[in-house]
T-cell receptor, first 112, second 108 residues
Framework: DAGITQSPRHKVTETGTPVTLRCHQTENHRYMYWYRQDPGHGLRLIHYSYGVKDTDKGEVSDGYSVSRSKTEDFLLTLESATSSQTSVYFC???????????FGDGTRLSIL | AQRVTQPEKLLSVFKGAPVELKCNYSYSGSPELFWYVQYSRQRLQLLLRHISRESIKGFTADLNKGETSFHLKKPFAQEEDSAMYYCALRPYTDKLIFGTGTRLQVFP
């Protein structure tokens, strides 16, 4: 398995609170991604990064921000969590342009 | 618009029966397609990639550009194949577009 660690693995929080999810990789891969997985929607891209301090929006970026200050870490922040952001969040990484993406174990986030 | 369609939310078969999970895509360029599998509450794992043309765990998938399809097939299903299967399209080098997934249930 690719060296990808997501933390926390589970989190329950209240509406309006800030939440930060962390993705850590040991593969020195250039590309990192954040997806959310919801029934009936599959996986949808939130944000991605193609290098340190280089990030871009995905399909469902509203309400989320990201930061990548080091190659190995990609942080996803919900500035003010809403119940619609209850989901399972997956991080993925890939190296060179033509390599497939490999996924982390996911973070189950519940916002009450 | 680029899109991946998996028309079946659930596919149920008995052990030993053939399986075909459907995937259709819309993309005007030359596509790169993948199948990922997710066993219960685990991470997504790459199952197949069309350019490699290999068989993994008995599964195969052929890209049909005329029908814009990339169906996943296995001649004899096993109980351990029960999982969620996602088809994905990579239109650019750095992004994936996923279908909504098909849950495969294999009964003994």
């Amino acid at each position: 398995d690719a060296g990808i660690t997501q933390s926390p693995r589970h989190k329950v929080t209240e509406t309006g609170t800030p939440v930060t999810l962390r993705c850590h990789q040991t593969e020195n891969h250039r590309y990192m991604y954040w997806y959310r997985q919801d029934p009936g929607h599959g996986l949808r891209l939130i944000h991605y990064s193609y290098g340190v301090k280089d990030t871009d929006k995905g399909e469902v970026s509203d309400g989320y921000s990201v930061s990548r200050s080091k190659t190995e870490d990609f942080l996803l922040t919900l500035e003010s969590a809403t119940s619609s952001q209850t989901s399972v969040y997956f991080c993925a990484i890939s190296g060179k342009d033509n390599q497939p993406q490999h996924f982390g174990d996911g973070t189950r986030l519940s916002i009450l | 618009a680029q899109r991946v369609t998996q028309p079946e939310k659930l596919l149920s078969v008995f052990k030993g029966a053939p399986v075909e999970l459907k995937c259709n895509y819309s993309y005007s360029g030359s596509p790169e397609l993948f199948w990922y599998v997710q066993y219960s509450r685990q991470r997504l794992q790459l199952l197949l990639r069309h350019i490699s043309r290999e068989s993994i765990k008995g599964f195969t998938a052929d890209l049909n550009k005329g029908e814009t399809s990339f169906h996943l097939k296995k001649p004899f299903a096993q109980e351990e194949d029960s999982a969620m299967y996602y088809c994905a399209l990579r239109p650019y080098t750095d992004k994936l577009i996923f279908g909504t997934g098909t849950r495969l249930q294999v009964f003994p």
